[in-house]
């Protein structure tokens, strides 16, 4: 029995199919975490949907970014953008079944392996918040999502503030902050707050900023933190975190980790992928 963790498909099928047959994966066997965006900017988001819901409970995804802008444009509460690669699955005869699995997936996820707490999120964890809080606060905003009121969350989802967490936050506010930390940031100041406008790499981190995984006191130290969300870092492989967006859609490859008998023992694969889109185009 193996634990894997993939970075984001986005939409590329084909490399999902044959990075599944290098790892030689097995439903029976296997656990595959997905570390969100499955959907979007690729030629085939509704076959990764399709192929990700045959392999029931041996792969276990994540919402990301593009997975919830997938919802709020299904659901009339965001227009598609002229990059969307959305139709097939927006059109697809089997849509709502698709759409209803997915905004039953958390934004968070926790596994306990080899001695050791491995913690999976799309795009970062705030430096003031503990792995039991983050998975906690992921909590609060599944809970709308898998409710009746998730639509009109949707609606209200969108915006870059606040950009400063606090607990005493309420209502709308405190949702959006916990769903643009997990599913958007990459830098923020050392006291946490958030940055939305750069994507450089985290050796060009722009004055005043850090990655967030570099945050000084930043609480989830002594956790290992898997993501994805930011290819221009790329593979990313450090006792305390590991990045596994490596640029799939634009060129790059799909990668995976697998994990040995502890999570300190552990094993890249991935394929190359065609360029779906062009970076900024």
């Keep these: 029995m193996a634990l894997y963790c993939v970075g984001d498909i986005q939409g590329c099928d084909n490399a999902f199919e044959r990075l599944l047959a290098t790892i030689g994966f097995s439903p029976s066997r296997d656990t595959l975490y997905v570390l969100g965006d499955l959907v979007n900017r690729g030629p085939d988001s509704t076959a990764v949907l399709r192929r990700c819901i045959t392999l029931g409970d041996s792969v276990r995804p994540l919402l990301g970014n593009h997975d919830l802008h997938l919802l709020a444009a299904a659901y009339g509460t965001r227009r598609p953008s002229r990059r969307d690669t959305l139709q097939g699955i927006l ?19 926790r596994v306990h392996h080899g001695g050791g707490d491995l913690l999976m999120v799309h795009a970062g964890v705030l430096p003031q918040w503990t792995a039991e809080e983050t998975l906690a606060y992921a909590g609060e905003v599944e809970a709308v999502l898998q409710s ?15 950009d400063l967490w606090s607990p005493e936050l309420q209502g709308t506010d405190r949702l959006r902050v916990i769903v643009n930390a997990l599913t958007r940031m990459r830098f923020c100041s050392p006291e946490g707050r958030m940055d939305f406008e750069s994507t450089e790499s985290a050796s060009e981190a722009p004055p005043g900023l850090v990655p967030w995984f570099d945050a000084p006191g930043r609480r989830t130290l002594n956790t290992l933190i898997a993501f994805g969300h930011w290819s221009t870092l790329g593979w990313l492989d450090r006792a305390d975190v590991l990045g596994l967006d490596t640029g799939c859609v634009w060129g790059g490859c799909l990668s995976a980790v697998r994990f040995g008998t502890t999570l300190a023992d552990r094993e890249r694969y991935h394929v190359e992928c065609p360029q779906a889109q062009m970076p900024g185009a």
């Design 91 to 109: 059109l697809a005869p089997d849509r709502d079944e698709m759409l209803e699995w997915l905004r039953h997936q958390p934004l968070a996820r």
């Design 148 to 162: 009746q009121e998730f639509a009109g969350f949707l609606q209200q989802m969108y915006g870059n503030s606040p």
